[in-house]
């Protein structure tokens, strides 16, 4: 399995793990809409960065790295990750209680279009035509879920 992974490509293991994410948060806000009215949006975030956290130190410890594979040289910049992924981890519980089910989740899947629109001021990444396009069309679909002004 290892060997078939290291052999794929850089986009192809990207869009692997897209779809590996888009399908976790999927069964995650399954889960958050059924036990939104008994947990509070606090609490279930704790849960999952306690969840996340405690996944994160298998896998390293699983590499083989120990806990030589969780010391990073920039802890400022982790430190900042992790208070931002936080923080939006509470926006988007709180948007499957306030909106539909339907328009919360679509508004979740536009972080892959976001992405792209991100990816040459940050990254200094060059996003051609083909991927422009496909943004573009990524966006009308969203604005159909989600209709503004209706």
Same mark, same amino acid.
């Given at each position: 399995?290892?060997?078939?992974?290291?052999?794929?490509?850089?986009?192809?293991?990207?869009?692997?793990?897209? !779809?590996?994410?888009?399908?976790?948060?999927?069964?995650?806000?399954?889960?958050?809409?059924?036990?939104?009215?008994?947990? !509070?949006?606090?609490?279930?975030?704790?849960?999952?960065?306690?969840?996340?956290?405690?996944?994160?130190?298998?896998?390293?410890?699983?590499?083989?790295? #120990?806990?030589?594979?969780?010391?990073?040289?920039?802890?400022?910049?982790?430190?900042?990750?992790?208070?931002?992924?936080?923080?939006?981890?509470?926006?988007?519980?709180?948007?499957?209680?306030?909106?539909?089910?339907?328009?919360?989740?679509?508004?979740?899947?536009?972080?892959?279009?976001?992405?792209?629109?991100? !990816?040459?001021?940050?990254?200094?990444?060059?996003?051609?035509?083909?991927?422009?396009?496909?943004?573009?069309? #990524?966006?009308?679909?969203?604005?159909?879920?989600?209709?503004?002004?209706?």
């Amino acid at each position: 399995m290892k060997a078939a992974w290291t052999n794929l490509s850089g986009n192809v293991k990207g869009a692997l793990l897209l !779809a590996a994410a888009a399908f976790v948060l999927t069964v995650e806000t399954v889960i958050l809409r059924f036990i939104a009215s008994e947990v !509070a949006v606090p609490l279930y975030t704790f849960a999952r960065a306690l969840g996340q956290l405690g996944l994160g130190m298998i896998l390293v410890a699983s590499l083989g790295q #120990g806990w030589r594979g969780m010391h990073s040289a920039r802890m400022k910049l982790q430190i900042f990750r992790g208070t931002a992924s936080l923080v939006s981890w509470l926006f988007y519980y709180y948007t499957f209680q306030v909106l539909d089910f339907a328009v919360a989740t679509t508004l979740n899947f536009t972080t892959a279009l976001f992405v792209v629109f991100l !990816a040459g001021p940050i990254m200094r990444e060059r996003v051609g035509a083909w991927r422009w396009a496909a943004t573009g069309i #990524g966006f009308v679909g969203v604005l159909l879920v989600v209709r503004p002004g209706a």
